[in-house]
């Protein structure tokens, strides 16, 4: 049987509705664990948030580890902010289309304050 390619697997497991997150502390050098919203395009895997000046999102702007766990299935990654504004927007597009209140904020004027994609190793 031939081995699943990262793209199968995590097509597998894009609909899942949140992953736990493991940062390392951008002082401390511990590991912080947080469940966070993703998405999954192709290879890719985004996170969003809300605010940036959460712990997750300073540590992996420090130092890029991110430790993915989806549905019991661990992956090991290093993610880095997306600044590129078309990027941005095909995040956020892929986020309104996942999640119903995501959609429903976006016609408030809210939207996520930064995104990240994950590169995953191996």
Do not use: C
């Not at 894009?14 to 998405?39: A, P």
């Not at 605010?51 to 130092?63: A, E, F, S, V």
């Not at 661990?74 to 956020?92: D, L, P, Y």
């Amino acid at each position: 049987m031939a081995k699943e390619s990262l793209k199968q697997r995590l097509d597998q497991l894009k609909d899942h509705s949140t992953l736990q997150l493991t940062t390392l502390g951008r002082k401390t050098g511990k590991r912080h664990r947080v469940t966070v919203w993703y998405l999954v395009d192709g290879d890719t895997v985004y996170l969003v948030t809300q605010g940036l000046k959460r712990d997750w999102p300073r540590n992996i702007m420090k130092n890029g580890h991110a430790d993915l766990d989806i549905a019991g299935k661990a992956f090991k990654g290093h993610a880095k902010q997306i600044t590129n504004a078309k990027q941005v927007s095909h995040v956020k597009a892929l986020l309104n289309q996942k999640y119903w209140l995501a959609w429903v904020g976006s016609w408030l004027g809210m939207a996520p304050e930064g995104a990240f994609a994950v590169t995953i190793e191996g």
